[in-house]
């Protein structure tokens, strides 16, 4: 009874092989053992390595489309791959076997917080390849994510699997590639052009001083506020040059202080300067110097009697003053070195103080520090920083975020400056007078809650360059933020030469990564052969099923015989 029944039901497949797939294949499907569920597509945010031009020489990273199979950077295999790995396991030397292999992209995983990687590390490791990286142009596509943990189980996943080009056999090579779960990498969208007409913003104000504006001479305090590392969205910048720009905030809040009051009115003029595009060789500060100095309409720095610049002034014990031309005695830049000396050594005992001397040196594409930009043009100035040398790894760099910044040591460093500043101008030049330089103080006394809240703000997002747009907040909030304690303030642009342009941005810095949960090619193919086997027996058991009747009848009869 059982096999008529199945008779007539295989009867209606008999003749139809298609209809026979659209049967059997979902019943394959429903019998199939179960395996774990996982994710078919992730996507998140990559940002993409710096990529400009400056002096006509192009840098960073030239492309930026992605769709590759994704593999770890200890793959023996990287052609046309995209590696995938964490910070501290990049070093320069594999980089360059990674371009000599012809990678396809490199996808590098960066943790929330760079305080997670011991300080050794990351010097060792990353600070040291950063500047490279940087300092030459890549086809390679080069990205950045932060670690999720759908990333991690990514990197785990082709970490852990087997690694079919280091099988020892070919059939061992072939069952790995079967099994594997891989992931494509992929970036849609066009490639990076050109943002043309891209504007540097830099903003200004000042503080007249008693008397006769146009007669008096002036103190320029300037600070770049831009930020730069290996990719701009990550680029936070605290130490250099956050600490800058707070301290440039601190400084105008407490000096029109004292200009509001007729008994504490210098005859000086206090001029103050946040220049974009410091880190693109000072393009705001140049541009700045040619609109007050090359032309006849203004007369900001026709008598100006030094320029300051700071530069990374947020952490250590250390001050150091770097000078184009060591001063001569009795000139203007030897006296307000010789005031900053005193006070620190008066103050901060343990502040140690030196000079710094490096010739300009024009054949480099890049100059050093800001005050060279007025030195080329004959103008006293100086760069304040706690860093000895313009080439130190810590001074522009991802890893240059909150932690880099010790608001103590930058409320100090504050205090220092404003202080010989004040001693200049007020022509207090006593040395045996230590209560004299205790100017800022009490209700005067430099603020360490507004230092901290404009060094949060600062450090919140990232201020390079090519992110800077015209109706930026930042942009906003600094022009505000001098507006309460300067005059005049106001800000310009610089947009680099049509014809011979002195640098250039590109878009396509931030892009939505996808990973797809994939089999390899192989793995279609043996579920394709498989599938065919199997609607084979199927199909020939459905044409021949009276045989294969006759054959199980015989098969029941025998065992029937045998019971009895």
Same mark, same amino acid.
């Given at each position: 009874?059982?096999?008529?029944?199945?008779?007539?039901?295989?009867?209606?497949?008999?003749?139809?092989?298609?209809?026979?797939?659209?049967?059997?294949?979902?019943?394959?499907?429903?019998?199939?053992?179960?395996?774990?569920?996982?994710?078919?597509?992730?996507?998140?945010?990559?940002?993409?390595?710096?990529?400009?031009?400056?002096?006509?020489?192009?840098?960073?990273?030239?492309?930026?489309?992605?769709?590759?199979?994704?593999?770890?950077?200890?793959?023996?295999?990287?052609?046309?791959?995209?590696?995938?790995?964490?910070?501290?396991?990049?070093?320069?030397?594999?980089?360059?076997?990674?371009?000599?292999?012809?990678?396809?992209?490199?996808?590098?995983?960066?943790?929330?917080?760079?305080?997670?990687?011991?300080?050794?590390?990351?010097?060792?490791?990353?600070?040291?390849?950063?500047?490279?990286?940087?300092?030459?142009?890549?086809?390679?596509?080069?990205?950045?994510?932060?670690?999720?943990?759908?990333?991690?189980?990514?990197?785990?996943?082709?970490?852990?699997?087997? *690694?079919?080009?280091?099988?020892?056999?070919?059939?061992?090579?072939?069952?790995?590639?079967?099994?594997?779960?891989?992931?494509?990498?992929?970036? *849609?969208?066009?490639?990076?052009?050109?943002?043309?007409?891209?504007?540097?913003?830099?903003?200004?104000?000042?503080?007249?001083?008693? &008397?006769?504006?146009?007669?008096?001479? $002036?103190?320029?305090?300037?600070?770049?506020?831009?930020?730069?590392?290996?990719?701009?969205?990550?680029?936070? &910048?605290?130490?250099?040059?956050?600490?800058?720009?707070?301290?440039?905030?601190?400084?105008?809040?407490?000096?029109?202080?004292?200009?509001?009051?007729?008994? $504490?009115?210098?005859?000086?003029?206090?001029?103050?300067?946040?220049?974009?595009?410091?880190?693109? *060789?000072?393009?705001?500060?140049?541009?700045?110097?040619?609109?007050?100095?090359?032309?006849?309409?203004?007369?900001?720095?026709?008598?100006?009697?030094?320029?300051?610049?700071?530069?990374?002034?947020?952490?250590?014990?250390?001050?150091?003053?770097?000078?184009?031309?060591?001063?001569?005695?009795?000139?203007?830049?030897?006296?307000?070195?010789?005031?900053?000396? $005193?006070?620190?050594?008066?103050?901060?005992?343990?502040?140690?103080?030196?000079?710094?001397?490096?010739?300009?040196?024009?054949?480099?594409?890049?100059?050093?520090?800001?005050?060279?930009?007025?030195?080329?043009?004959?103008?006293?100035? &100086?760069?304040?920083?706690?860093?000895?040398?313009?080439?130190?790894?810590?001074?522009?760099?991802?890893?240059?975020?909150?932690?880099?910044?010790?608001?103590?040591?930058?409320?100090?460093?504050?205090?220092?400056?404003?202080?010989?500043?004040?001693?200049?101008?007020? *022509?207090?030049?006593?040395?045996?007078?230590?209560?004299?330089?205790?100017?800022?103080?009490?209700?005067?006394?430099?603020?360490?809650?507004?230092?901290?809240?404009?060094?949060?703000?600062?450090?919140?997002?990232?201020?390079?360059?090519?992110?800077?747009?015209?109706?930026?907040?930042?942009?906003?909030?600094?022009?505000?933020?001098?507006?309460?304690?300067?005059?005049?303030?106001?800000?310009?642009?610089?947009?680099?030469?049509?014809?011979?342009?002195?640098?250039?941005?590109?878009?396509?810095?931030?892009? $939505?990564?996808?990973?797809?949960?994939?089999?390899?090619?192989?793995?279609?193919?043996?579920?394709?052969?498989?599938?065919?086997?199997?609607?084979?027996?199927?199909?020939?058991?459905?044409?021949?099923?009276?045989?294969?009747?006759?054959?199980?009848?015989?098969?029941?009869?025998?065992?029937?015989?045998?019971?009895?």
């Amino acid at each position: 009874m059982l096999f008529d029944e199945a008779n007539e039901v295989f009867e209606m497949f008999k003749g139809s092989f298609p209809l026979s797939v659209l049967f059997f294949v979902p019943v394959l499907i429903l019998i199939s053992p179960c395996v774990p569920v996982v994710d078919a597509a992730h996507e998140f945010t990559a940002f993409r390595m710096q990529q400009y031009d400056l002096h006509g020489t192009p840098y960073g990273c030239r492309n930026a489309l992605v769709n590759m199979e994704a593999r770890p950077i200890d793959s023996s295999v990287a052609t046309r791959r995209c590696i995938i790995t964490r910070l501290t396991e990049l070093n320069i030397d594999r980089y360059r076997e990674l371009v000599e292999q012809a990678a396809g992209a490199i996808l590098i995983l960066i943790p929330p917080t760079l305080n997670s990687i011991s300080k050794e590390e990351l010097e060792q490791n990353w600070l040291e390849m950063e500047p490279q990286l940087m300092a030459e142009q890549t086809n390679v596509p080069i990205y950045f994510a932060y670690e999720d943990e759908t990333l991690l189980e990514i990197y785990d996943s082709i970490q852990n699997a087997v *690694n079919s080009d280091q099988a020892a056999s070919a059939a061992e090579a072939l069952l790995s590639a079967v099994y594997a779960n891989g992931f494509q990498m992929v970036v *849609n969208g066009p490639q990076a052009k050109v943002v043309k007409d891209m504007p540097i913003f830099s903003i200004q104000g000042k503080l007249s001083g008693l &008397g006769i504006e146009d007669q008096l001479p $002036t103190i320029a305090i300037v600070t770049h506020y831009d930020s730069f590392g290996v990719a701009p969205h990550l680029s936070f &910048g605290a130490d250099s040059n956050g600490s800058g720009v707070v301290a440039l905030l601190e400084l105008a809040r407490l000096f029109s202080k004292l200009y509001t009051s007729s008994r $504490t009115h210098a005859k000086f003029n206090l001029l103050f300067l946040l220049s974009g595009g410091g880190k693109f *060789n000072y393009q705001g500060t140049k541009k700045w110097i040619e609109d007050n100095v090359e032309t006849a309409d203004s007369s900001l720095l026709s008598d100006v009697a030094y320029v300051l610049c700071l530069d990374s002034i947020g952490s250590g014990d250390s001050i150091y003053f770097h000078v184009s031309k060591p001063p001569k005695e009795g000139s203007v830049p030897y006296a307000v070195i010789e005031e900053i000396k $005193t006070v620190a050594g008066a103050l901060y005992p343990s502040v140690n103080f030196s000079m710094v001397h490096k010739k300009i040196n024009l054949a480099d594409d890049l100059l050093a520090w800001e005050h060279e930009r007025f030195s080329i043009k004959r103008l006293p100035a &100086g760069t304040l920083s706690h860093l000895q040398s313009h080439k130190s790894l810590h001074r522009n760099t991802i890893a240059d975020d909150r932690s880099s910044v010790d608001v103590d040591k930058l409320c100090r460093n504050i205090k220092i400056i404003g202080e010989a500043v004040a001693r200049y101008i007020y *022509n207090i030049n006593d040395k045996n007078q230590t209560d004299e330089m205790h100017i800022f103080t009490d209700a005067l006394a430099v603020n360490r809650d507004f230092v901290a809240s404009w060094l949060d703000y600062i450090v919140s997002f990232p201020r390079a360059a090519p992110l800077i747009k015209k109706d930026h907040h930042l942009l906003q909030t600094l022009e505000q933020g001098m507006g309460r304690y300067l005059k005049e303030v106001r800000k310009f642009t610089v947009k680099a030469d049509k014809r011979d342009p002195e640098f250039a941005f590109y878009d396509g810095l931030s892009f $939505t990564m996808f990973a797809y949960n994939v089999k390899p090619a192989v793995f279609d193919l043996f579920l394709a052969l498989g599938i065919a086997a199997y609607l084979t027996v199927i199909y020939f058991a459905v044409t021949n099923f009276s045989f294969l009747y006759e054959i199980l009848k015989n098969m029941s009869r025998s065992v029937k015989v045998k019971e009895q």
